[in-house]
């Protein structure tokens, strides 16, 4: 028989997507079918440009269209971050939530490369520093010292640095000024960064929230719609005790969790390598399991991402190849995932 478009559709009906469970016809993910002679040409549109199944599906796609005698197969991919029914909002299609439930694992450092990695992976992301008594995300995307603006419209222009728009308290007060303030002024400023801000069109609003379970996070449920949230932790069990409180918040607050994320999994000596689990081991794994959702890696202690931080250039800008960076790309690709099921496929809360 002839190789034909009617003939390659009716194959790909077959192939499903890994995550969501369904066929790429059915959800619509087939953008175009070229057959010339023995030449088979697709444009499959994903759910996310982070996708961390690409090479699963284009293998599952070759297998499916062997049998019709193709001779070649060439397969691209489109498509962009899909959006709910409702914006969370103007402009923005998802918000997420990055917590720890204490300080000192390394949030703010795991905010700033998740929101690089995934405009790496070909989305428009924006990073706001809700850490608000503690800011840090100026200062790691070296943004110290400059002054936000207002649009035509009284709006709030975020700055850019490597990519990302960032908000932060900290271009708003003087350095070193400690901010005494009570929850409806929290609140308040939460507000207006939310609503009073011209973030443009983005794809994924990253908040970086601070320690704790406390006014900040109930005030971002209360704002605005999260799409859902990350986890941090240490693998020490100390720190997977609060990290569990944060996971707990997130319920009561009707916040989907979207994953862990184990920082500081082993320190790498920068003189051989070598890895040494100084806060245990296995311990974000175990915390992903007991919370049924995923787990999305583990970033290794080095010198370097100590460094880039305080240099105000993210190790994934800084090294986007070492292994740091890659741990980062990699955890980005499996949030994208998860949000991609969570927008087909709405699941009960964590």
């Not at 009284?154 to 900290?170: D, F, N, Q, T």
Request: aromatic fraction near 4%; proline fraction near 7%; charged fraction near 20%.
């Amino acid at each position: 028989m002839a190789l034909t478009e009617e003939r390659v559709l009716e194959a790909l009906r077959t192939v499903m997507d890994p995550e969501l469970g369904k066929d790429l016809v059915s959800l619509g993910m087939v953008g175009e079918v070229r057959v010339e002679g023995g030449r088979v040409d697709l444009l499959v549109n994903l759910t996310t440009p982070a996708c961390p199944l690409k090479g699963q599906i284009e293998a599952d796609i070759r297998r499916a269209l062997a049998p019709l005698g193709a001779e070649e197969v060439r397969v691209r991919f489109g498509g962009g971050v899909r959006p709910p029914e409702q914006y969370p909002l103007p402009g923005v299609k998802h918000v997420v939530a990055v917590a720890s439930g204490k300080g000192g694992v390394g949030k703010s450092t795991v905010a700033a490369n998740l929101a690089l990695a995934l405009s790496r992976e070909g989305a428009k992301v924006g990073l706001l520093d809700a850490d608000l008594y503690g800011p840090s995300q100026a200062k790691m995307f070296g943004l110290e010292g400059m002054r936000l603006k207002v649009d035509q419209d009284r709006r709030i222009l975020p700055l850019e640095a490597h990519g990302i728009k960032v908000l932060s308290i900290a271009n708003i007060v003087p350095p070193g000024q400690a901010l005494a303030w009570r929850g409806p002024i929290l609140h308040g400023t939460l507000k207006q960064f939310l609503q009073d801000v011209n973030w443009g069109e983005l794809d994924y609003l990253v908040v970086d929230l601070p320690p704790g379970t406390g006014d900040v996070q109930l005030s971002l449920a209360q704002l605005t719609q999260v799409s859902g949230g990350v986890i941090v932790t240490t693998p020490q069990e100390v720190a997977l005790i609060d990290a569990e409180r944060a996971a707990d918040m997130f319920k009561k607050v009707q916040v989907p969790v979207l994953g862990v994320l184990e920082n500081m999994s082993a320190f790498l000596c920068p003189h051989c390598g070598k890895p040494t689990p100084i806060f245990g081991e296995g311990g974000g794994r175990r915390l992903a399991e007991r919370l049924k959702t995923r787990f999305l890696g583990e970033v290794p202690l080095t010198l370097a991402l100590r460094e880039s931080g305080d240099r105000g250039v993210p190790v994934l800008a800084q090294d986007p190849e070492g292994l740091e960076a890659q741990a980062f790309l990699r955890a980005a690709r499996e949030l994208a995932a998860a949000l991609s099921v969570r927008t087909f496929l709405p699941l009960p809360m964590a």
